[in-house]
């Protein structure tokens, strides 16, 4: 069931499917990271829509933009942490691009939402 607004909008929806992605590629990281790469993939993954949640929550235009360029900066950092773990040999090739593509989408659609957040503010 949906009941809040930003539960309907496809960036929380598409970060929502990330999230889930990285718990699930982060569960198969050796053991010795799981207080290390692990925590932070997992938080910073979630802080994505939790940014996209709250931002959207806002009142004023400036708000919004502010909590999803938060956002955006946690997906960057979702890319970074994933190279890291490719080239560390705790993710596949195939895997890592699949992630890649995915939070370039978001990135793009995100872009795209605050375009639309300044239009509504003429």
């Known amino acids: 069931m949906l009941y809040f607004g930003f539960q309907k909008l496809e960036i929380y929806q598409l ?9 699930k590629l982060s569960s198969s990281f050796p053991s010795d990271e799981k207080y290390a790469l692990v925590q932070q993939i997992n938080k910073v993954a979630v802080s994505v829509a939790t940014n996209i949640a709250e ?4 009142n004023g235009n400036q708000e919004k933009i502010h909590f999803i360029n938060i956002s955006y900066s946690s997906l960057t950092e979702i890319v970074c942490q994933t190279e890291i773990a490719f080239e560390l040999g705790y993710l596949k090739k195939g895997v890592f691009e699949n992630i890649s593509k995915k939070a370039k989408k978001l990135s793009v659609k995100m872009s795209n939402f605050i375009v639309s957040i300044k239009r509504s503010n003429i």
């Not at 970060?15 to 718990?23: F, P, T």
């Open 15 to 23: 970060s929502k499917a990330l999230v889930k992605d990285i718990y």
């Open 55 to 58: 931002g959207t929550s806002r």
